[in-house]
């Protein structure tokens, strides 16, 4: 009998401590996920404008109530796209031109819902550049400040049209979208500066330019070596 005591006592004691030991791996699982949400919620704050997810949130409940089903599923398939790709490429320095222009479409599909017919959208890229490498979300700000600024230009439309193309072993991205004189683009603020420390970073040598000519129209002229980030 002492024997068999002995034995459910101590039977008790191991699933007691097996089971206090199950219940601490999942408060421990939950805290890092938790953790892991905390970050990834971080990773977005830092990566796009919460201006624009305001916006964009606000854009597709705006479709669903006047029953634009068809408009409301792309942008929400399109911030999806934008979403999981920061998430995916938030350890990544770089990533492939293709996938940032996939990023930048899906971004241009929400805003041209948002500024309807005054966003006219032109994407030129080269076929012998979509495997290059680039700086993950390097063109994001600066197409983000094209889109708005141009919306603040007098100009019934804003064309804005971006180009890629390899020219004598540099990586050239040249954007071009209207603007209000009235408004300087001096900086085009703390998106564009960051952009500039980033290559300053990243490259012994790059050209990083912003202009305006006397048309209305601003020009943004980026090139990198092309290949230098395959290796």
Do not use: W
């Not at 939950?30 to 953790?35: A, F, I, K, N, S």
């Not at 770089?94 to 041209?112: A, G, N, P, T």
């Not at 072993?169 to 004189?181: K, S």
């Not at 990243?202 to 090139?223: K, P, V």
């Amino acid at each position: 009998m002492d024997l068999f005591i002995y034995c459910a006592t101590l039977s008790l004691a191991f699933g007691t401590r097996l089971y206090m030991r199950q219940i601490e791996d999942r408060i421990e699982v939950r805290q890092l996920q938790v953790q892991l949400i905390q970050e990834q919620l971080k990773t977005l704050r830092t990566q796009l404008n919460p201006h624009f997810l305001f916006n964009a949130l606000n854009t597709i409940a705006s479709l669903v109530r006047l029953k634009n089903e068809n408009e409301a599923v792309v942008a929400l398939s399109s911030l999806s796209v934008m979403l999981r790709t920061i998430l995916e490429n938030k350890s990544n320095d770089c990533v492939k031109v293709k996938d940032e222009i996939h990023f930048i479409e899906s971004y241009l599909k929400i805003q041209k819902m948002r500024f309807e017919d005054k966003l006219a959208i032109s994407i030129d890229v080269d076929e012998a550049c979509m495997s290059l490498q680039i700086p993950t979300m390097i063109l994001h700000p600066l197409v983000e400040n094209a889109v708005h600024h141009g919306a603040q230009s007098a100009s019934k439309r804003n064309p804005l049209q971006l180009t890629v193309k390899v020219i004598d072993g540099m990586l050239h991205v040249n954007l071009r979208n209207a603007f209000n004189p009235v408004n300087t683009h001096e900086g085009h603020g703390i998106g564009v500066t960051n952009t500039r420390e980033r290559l300053s970073r990243m490259f012994n040598y790059f050209h990083f330019e912003l202009r305006q000519s006397d048309n209305g129209i601003f020009e943004t002229h980026l090139a990198i070596p092309a290949g230098e980030m395959d290796d």
